[in-house]
Each structure stands twice: as structure tokens, then as C-alpha cells.
């Protein structure tokens, strides 16, 4: 999960605050500037942002970043 760390951080210094909801194996989207996400991706219950490992030889992995980083520039207009 050391990804998503770095994630956090790289948005937060260009003033993006998001937050981040975990059911494993899936790992959500949350929050972006304090407002809930409400569209759904590869998920029924949340905006999936990444899938954690299942078995100790798969890795951490995210789903597609350019469908992320499209919603977190929808949040931020």
C-alpha cells in the first residue's frame, strides 16, 4: 500500500485532500476535497481505485489512473 501513500501525498501538495475507504480486497475513493464520491467503479458500493493483493505473489495494483484522475478533476472544477 506504500502506492497509495505516495498518491496521498503527490495530491497534497498540489492542494488536493482525498480519503480513501478500504473492503478487501478493494480500496475506495471516498472523499476528494471533503465531498463524498458518489460514482461507482468496478464496484457496487464505491469508486474502486485499486485492488489489494489477494495472494502474497500478486502485488498491489491500481485500476486504470487516467479514469481516477479524471474524477478527481471533476471534483476539483
Known amino acids: 500500500m506504500e502506492q497509495l501513500d505516495i498518491l ?14 478500504a473492503d478487501f480486497p478493494w480500496i475506495y ?7 463524498l464520491v458518489k460514482e ?4 457496487e ?3 474502486t481505485i485499486a485492488f489489494l493483493p489477494v495472494r502474497r505473489d500478486k502485488s498491489f495494483h491500481f485500476t486504470e489512473l487516467n ?6 478533476r471533476k471534483y476539483c472544477t
Open 8 to 21: 496521498n501525498k503527490k495530491l497534497d501538495k498540489i492542494g488536493i485532500d482525498v480519503e480513501f475507504m
Open 29 to 35: 475513493l471516498y472523499k476528494i476535497n471533503g465531498e
Open 67 to 72: 479514469v481516477i484522475f479524471k474524477l478527481i
Open 40 to 43: 461507482r467503479y468496478e464496484a
Open 45 to 47: 458500493h464505491g469508486f
